[in-house]
């Protein structure tokens, strides 16, 4: 069987169960998800909310490179990656991963590296709104970010 892969970039509330049910798969033996939501912290300052901004086809077509890799690295059955623009408030979701395999740690190890993966090279920026500000956040662990330092 093909692999199988779902990505989305999109400013409607992510549901988790969506993402999960893209990946079901009578074959696998294992689903694996992350959620990153918003906190209400940030280095001791208080976190309103996150806007996220990102040039949609761009975004996902190199998620579309991330689910590949996940792929070729991984006995996967499916894979969903789905990532929020615009405003999020507190406690909800910008980032969803999903991944389904025969075995747990396909689906595991897939699913943290789909996430540093997404963080390193998916053109989405941050904003921070904090009591009494905002900022744009550069992310630590992009690489091109690495590469500028």
Avoid at 9 to 27: H, I
Avoid at 92 to 119: F, M
Wanted: with cysteine; aromatic share 8%; proline share 3%.
């Amino acid at each position: 069987m093909a692999a199988t892969t779902f990505v989305e970039v999109l400013p409607d509330p992510l549901q988790l169960n969506k993402y999960v049910g893209l990946v079901e798969d009578s074959g696998a033996g294992a689903l694996a998800t992350f959620m990153g939501v918003t906190r209400d912290n940030f280095d001791g300052k208080r976190v309103l909310s996150l806007s996220y901004e990102a040039y949609v086809p761009m975004a996902e077509k190199e998620m579309q490179v991330i689910c590949k890799k996940a792929h070729d690295k991984w006995d996967l059955k499916k894979v969903a990656l789905a990532h929020r623009i615009g405003h999020v408030g507190i406690g909800e979701p910008s980032v969803i991963i999903a991944v389904s395999s025969a075995h747990r740690r396909e689906a595991l190890e897939a699913c943290h590296w789909a996430i540093d993966e997404l963080k390193a090279t998916v053109p989405i920026w941050k904003k921070e709104l904090y009591e009494g500000g905002e900022v744009w956040k550069e992310n630590s662990e992009s690489r091109l970010a690495q590469q500028n330092h």
